[in-house]
């Protein structure tokens, strides 16, 4: 099983970002996915969740309104569509994977990608 993300990068503040995460080695368009992240010093915390479908989304209230996530089962890949970004969204973001399509709760991932560093600056 491999997660790989992408699309990481240093942006000024009202910037945008589009992570990417190809998936392989498991039935992905089965899975719901998830988008975390983790600041330095900070726990890792829940971003946006979509059902295995696409047809349900979640969203943490913090960036509710300026990120979207979104999959395209074709290609085993999950997005985060990240605009107007924050000072406060710089951390390493992870993607992971839930068989259960529970989505939201957190322990329910058992797959997860590496991360990939987003840096806001302002």
């Known amino acids: 099983v491999q997660l790989v993300e992408s699309g990481g990068g240093l942006v000024q503040a009202g910037g945008s970002l589009r992570l990417s995460c190809a998936a392989s080695?498991?039935?992905?368009?089965?899975?719901?996915m998830g988008w975390f992240r983790q600041a330095p010093g900070k726990e890792r915390e829940f971003v946006a969740a979509?059902?295995?479908?696409?047809?349900?989304?979640y969203y943490a209230d913090s960036v509710k309104g300026r990120f979207t996530i979104s999959r395209d089962n074709a290609k085993n890949t999950v997005y985060l569509q990240m605009n107007s970004l924050k000072p406060e969204d710089t951390a390493v973001y992870y993607c992971?994977?839930?068989?259960?399509?529970?989505?939201?709760?957190?322990?329910?991932?058992?797959?997860w990608g590496q991360g990939t560093q987003v840096t806001v600056s302002s």
């Open positions: 080695g498991f039935a992905f368009e089965d899975w719901a």
């Open positions: 992971a994977a839930d068989p259960t399509d529970t989505i939201v709760v957190v322990t329910l991932y058992i797959y």
């Open positions: 979509i059902s295995w479908s696409g047809g349900n989304t």
